[in-house]
């Protein structure tokens, strides 16, 4: 059926890189968000493509180091992070819908959402 599949998460030291990805399944990808949650904290937007033009969107605390990328196929969505810090551990979540966010906090028009990929940035 209809899902949202994030693979790529896991352990990390601090100033490494990891590409997450959310694959579709039974879905057409319009805007394609990437939310996390870190311990104790609200789940926040990290950016979003629109997949059908390219178009992006990053909150202003990712952008520079969080880059969204879609494959040739427009089926998949990645989430490139680069030097990695121990606040950047976080719960991963990606999420399709009919537009991008506004804000951080903004979840309106999300109409599926991925179960979540744990990052652990630590030393």
């Known amino acids: 059926q209809l899902q949202l599949v994030e693979s790529g998460g896991g352990l990390v030291q601090p100033g490494e890189s990891l590409r997450l990805s959310c694959a579709a399944s039974?879905?057409?990808?319009?805007?394609v968000s990437w939310f996390r949650r870190a311990p104790g904290k609200e789940r926040w937007a990290i950016g979003c493509?629109?997949?059908?033009?390219?178009?992006?969107w990053y909150a202003g605390s990712a952008e520079g180091r969080f880059t969204i990328s879609s494959d040739d196929a427009k089926t998949t969505v990645f989430l490139q992070m680069n030097d990695l810090t121990l606040e950047d551990t976080a719960e991963y979540y990606c999420?399709?819908?009919?537009?991008?966010?506004?804000?951080?906090?903004?979840?309106?028009?999300?109409?599926?959402w991925g179960k979540g990929i744990l990052v652990t940035v630590s030393s």
């Open positions: 039974g879905l057409v990808l319009d805007a």
């Open positions: 493509i629109r997949v059908r033009t390219d178009s992006k």
């Open positions: 999420a399709a819908g009919f537009r991008c966010p506004s804000y951080a906090g903004d979840t309106y028009g999300i109409e599926h």
